[in-house]
């Protein structure tokens, strides 16, 4: 079992910054994927980015703002959103799963229990 917990969540001004953890224990692995997710009220989950083999990978909605990284000897994933926007807003989440990265939620195996961004305009 893999377990996953976010942090850095918020409240912000419109142009602002955040920067999201998502710490993982119990029996990790470097090799896995790790991918950050989000979602509002009635919607579906929503893939934001992703990391797998020093290959990173966004939605088009965050290309440009947002960066993914990993520090593997801290077991912590971490996205910087910059430029924030009032439709950032929404829970984040970051999952797991053993291979690559893939923007369906359903093919991750671990979930962390999400933390709120709420950007105001």
């Not at 990265?101 to 709120?116: C, F, H, L, M, S």
Request: hydrophobic share 35%; with cysteine.
């Amino acid at each position: 079992q893999v377990q996953l917990v976010e942090s850095g969540g918020g409240l912000v001004q419109a142009g602002g910054s955040l920067r999201l953890s998502c710490a993982a224990s119990g029996r990790t692995s470097s090799s896995y994927a790790m991918a950050w997710f989000r979602q509002t009220p009635g919607k579906e989950r929503e893939f934001v980015a992703g990391i797998s083999g020093g290959m990173t990978y966004y939605a088009d909605s965050v290309k440009g703002r947002f960066a993914i990284s990993k520090d593997n000897a801290k077991n912590t994933v971490y996205l910087q959103m910059n430029s924030l926007k009032p439709e950032d807003t929404a829970v984040y989440s970051c999952a797991a799963r053993g291979v690559r990265v893939t923007n369906t939620p359903a093919a991750y195996d671990y979930w962390g229990q999400g933390t709120q961004v709420t950007v105001s305009s």
